[in-house]
């Protein structure tokens, strides 16, 4: 979710000024996704620039400035809560990232890798799991957001571990020198590939 769509939705209920946007924004999340108020009035500075909000009279007492959504911007929020949301771009995984090159990379210990983020990852769900249990029976709105929130965070570490069992087996399943050699091209094979085209062409050839 993008800074820009949650400030939308926060306007779409009534008008409001940087700080209570955030604070609003921060709420509803569970502080999942904490902005600060430069970022707030950053995006609503080019939310002005697009024409979806307008600022409401002047600043106040306080020198601050209330903002509401203009009609462009409530078809643009009336759109999005209808949009999917686009799962085509694949996103940068560090850990993904970390394991594919681990796997490739002479010297590196992956089980070792493997079993070191295993245990933060369970520890993070046992953490998770805490949480969960001190919520109510009944929440209110505020309460079910942060819980639908908790809730999926729970799910893409209890992947995150079959991920890592699943990468574990196959590790074990193949050995990683053979790997690391069909992964890592030969060392000066592209000078030797150079010299040998060099010494084959004419010299009257050459430039």
Do not use: C
Not at 94 to 100: N, Q, S, T, Y
Not at 137 to 149: K, S, V
Request: avoid cysteine; glycine fraction near 6%.
């Amino acid at each position: 979710m993008s800074v820009k769509q949650g400030l939308l939705a926060l306007l779409a209920e009534e008008p409001m000024y940087g700080a209570r946007l955030r604070s609003e924004f921060e709420a509803r999340t569970g502080g999942t996704w904490p902005l600060n108020v430069g970022q707030v009035y950053t995006t609503i500075a080019r939310l002005e620039r697009d024409g979806l909000v307008e600022p409401v009279g002047g600043a106040d007492d306080e020198g601050r400035i209330a903002y509401r959504l203009t009609p462009a911007g409530r078809d643009a929020i009336a759109s999005w809560w209808l949009t999917p949301v686009d799962r085509d771009a694949t996103p940068r995984d560090e850990l993904v990232i970390k394991l594919a090159l681990a796997v490739t990379s002479p010297g590196v210990d992956v089980q070792r890798v493997v079993q070191t983020q295993r245990t933060a990852t369970l520890r993070h769900l046992r953490d998770l799991t805490r949480l969960k249990s001190r919520a109510g029976d009944e929440p209110d709105a505020h309460d079910l957001a942060w819980l639908l929130i908790l809730e999926n965070l729970l799910f893409a570490a209890e992947a995150e571990v079959r991920w890592l069992d699943h990468v574990e087996s196959t590790l074990s399943r193949m050995p990683l020198s053979s790997l690391r050699r069909s992964a890592t091209p030969r060392e000066g094979t592209d000078a030797e590939t150079a010299d040998s085209e060099a010494r084959s062409t004419p010299k009257g050839a050459r430039a």
